[in-house]
């Protein structure tokens, strides 16, 4: 009884200290998902990443590509028109694809619409986080106001836990109590949560000048072997750790957190494309903002958890990027996927979605 009260102690102070989860290097194989998901709402938008918002009757889509991409539509369905982007020039932060900056997140908060982005190299996590703001949601009137957080090389990378993180994909969620998350991370250690300024444009610290940070979601096995050459800065020397582009969200009487795992974007031989590492939707739930986040079997998602909820199915090929609208009629997954009738190039992704239906209290794409 003694060993395990140690044990139990020894494990509740690992958490409460946020420890980075130990990479043994065991390589874990995927089976190929299981073809039960219902297809999409096609759409004509090519679109990589999409973050979508609706003001008033018209939809904007906010992408990768030059400065950021802004499309908009009358419905998701479309038609989609490209209307210009939301940088009018290259990212003021002097690091990464200053000139397409990846996955940003959009939010509307009052008058002022607030554009998140990333700027990074892929496969190195010398990265950034930016933030645009403009009176409107189409183009014109974005001011880049540059960075907020970055790791690998820069002033405060070396902070817990920018230190071992990916800077990119960022989410930005409100809750109850007023405070801002913003969510990030890609391979390495996976996903963390970070405290923002009610003013939504500066980092949150402790009292001890920490950042405010907390630990939701890793994949601890090693999917993909580490590239060659690799480094604790551009490829991981443990091997490769695909989670990223984590979305949080809140339906009563849960929180939970979307995220994609897998491969994302090169299928160049028909190997990569029928490993059964593709990228899928997964999700986990949990009672508060910060987690912990579990999914059916009570595995929590810094331990490799998981519950997907759209995977490849028909003409559907990783589907991810995803991202979560609510309207009068409930949630709807959004999210772009290629389409292996047509190509499987990066450009070519299209703009897919499902509603959404909770099943004892588990999202299903129906």
């Not at 989860?21 to 297809?39: H, I, K, L």
């Not at 984590?246 to 849960?254: I, S, V």
């Not at 990569?272 to 595995?299: L, W």
Request: hydrophobic share 35%; with cysteine; aromatic share 12%.
């Amino acid at each position: 009884m003694a060993v395990l009260v140690v044990l139990l102690l020894l494990f509740t102070l690992a958490l409460s200290a946020r420890i980075r989860p130990s990479y043994n290097g065991t390589f874990r194989e995927e089976v190929p998902v299981a073809a039960g998901f219902p297809p999409p709402h096609v759409t004509d938008l090519r679109i990589h990443d999409p973050s979508i918002i609706r003001v008033g009757g018209t939809f904007y889509s906010y992408s990768v590509g030059p400065r950021m991409v802004i499309h908009q539509a009358p419905s998701l369905d479309g038609p989609w028109t490209q209307t210009g982007s939301v940088l009018s020039a290259d990212s003021i932060i002097p690091k990464g694809d200053r000139k397409a900056p990846w996955a940003p997140n959009t939010i509307q908060i009052g008058d002022t619409f607030y554009c998140y982005y990333a700027v990074s190299n892929a496969g190195c996590r010398d990265s950034a986080i930016g933030l645009a703001t403009s009176p409107s949601p189409g183009p014109g009137g974005w001011t880049d106001h540059g960075l907020l957080i970055q790791s690998g090389y820069g002033e405060g990378a070396e902070r817990f836990p920018l230190d071992q993180s990916n800077t990119i994909d960022p989410n930005i969620f409100l809750d109850f109590d007023g405070t801002v998350y913003m969510i990030y991370g890609s391979f390495w250690t996976g996903i963390w949560s970070i405290a923002l300024h009610s003013d939504l444009m500066s980092i949150s610290t402790t009292t001890d000048g920490a950042l405010d940070a907390t630990h939701l979601a890793a994949e601890p096995g090693v999917i993909f072997r580490a590239r060659k050459n690799a480094n604790s800065i551009c490829g991981d020397v443990t091997g490769a750790h695909p989670v990223e582009g984590a979305f949080l969200t809140y339906h009563a009487p849960y929180y939970y957190l979307w995220f994609s795992w897998g491969r994302c974007c090169e299928f160049k031989n028909e190997q990569m494309r029928n490993s059964g590492k593709e990228y899928r939707i997964r999700v986990g739930r949990s009672a508060s903002a910060r987690g912990p986040f579990v999914d059916k079997q009570g595995q929590d998602l810094v331990d490799g958890g998981g519950e997907t909820v759209y995977g490849s199915n028909g003409e559907v090929f990783a589907p991810g990027g995803q991202g979560i609208l609510t309207d009068e009629l409930g949630d709807i997954l959004y999210y772009h996927y290629l389409n292996t009738s047509i190509s499987y190039d990066f450009w070519e992704a299209r703009l897919g979605y499902n509603r959404l239906e909770y099943v004892d209290g588990w999202p299903v794409a129906v």
